[in-house]
């Protein structure tokens, strides 16, 4: 099993450009996360899925950004426009139904908005 | 609402000796727990978790982890720690799908 896959690995940007972090879960799994990592706030879960479908945004930090899921093996985490105090990395999570599963994560993104 | 602490950000220990990283949590129902490690530039990596039976818990590379209910804790253990365990380690508690809540995570140093 190739584990979660993320990419970019690495995204550089300007202030002001979308940016668009892809995610393909492992295969089977039910459940998947985007976390944002920072040294200042930690590990922030930002909204997860089930199902395809969207279960809790309530850690999107703004209007900024937005997530979809448009099939059980991709998903998709948008910012736009970026900002400086979007960089940080980005981690997709994924996990079988019920609260028993761990989760599984990425290699996460490293997002630097200049 | 659920939550976890870990009270340490920093822990040193010299290799070969025991290593603890504390946890303890908050949570209204039977909950589910978990460790988690993190090397630099990498993912989160499961070690171990606690769901119900036993109260410890036996996880990859030689981690385990004591279940305390009447402490709210679950810390931590390595016997005998190596250089190679020195990362960030983080403490998760989940009470329902989907709704997993992380510590601020522990770095933890061993030194030869």
């Known amino acids: 099993d190739a584990g979660v896959i993320q990419s970019p690995r690495h995204e550089v940007t300007e202030m002001g450009q979308e940016v668009t972090l892809r995610c393909k879960p492992i295969s089977g799994h039910d459940y998947l996360f985007w976390y944002r990592q920072t040294m200042m706030r930690g590990l922030e879960l930002l909204i997860y899925?089930?199902?395809?479908?969207?279960?809790?945004d309530s850690g999107m930090p703004e209007d900024r950004f937005s997530a979809k899921m448009p099939n059980a093996s991709f998903s998709t985490l948008k910012i736009q426009p970026s900002e400086p105090r979007d960089s940080a990395v980005y981690f997709c999570?994924?996990?079988?139904?019920?609260?028993?599963?761990?989760?599984?994560f990425g290699p996460g993104t490293r997002l630097t908005v200049t | 609402a659920q939550s976890v602490a870990q009270p340490e950000d920093q822990v040193n220990v010299a290799e070969g000796n025991p290593l603890t990283v504390k946890c303890t949590y908050s949570v209204s129902g039977n909950p589910y727990l978990f460790w988690y490690v993190q090397y630099p530039n990498r993912g989160l990596q499961f070690l171990l978790k606690y769901i119900t039976g036993d109260n410890l818990v036996k996880g990859s590379y030689g981690f385990e982890a004591e279940f305390n209910k009447s402490q709210t804790s679950f810390h931590l253990k390595k016997p005998s720690a190596l250089v190679s365990d020195s990362a960030l380690y983080f403490c998760?508690?989940?009470?329902?799908?989907?709704?997993?809540?992380f510590g601020a995570g522990t770095r933890l140093t061993v030194k030869p």
């Open positions: 998760a508690v989940r009470d329902r799908p989907g709704d997993m809540r």
């Open positions: 899925f089930n199902n395809n479908v969207p279960i809790d």
């Open positions: 999570a994924s996990s079988l139904t019920g609260g028993a599963w761990e989760q599984y």
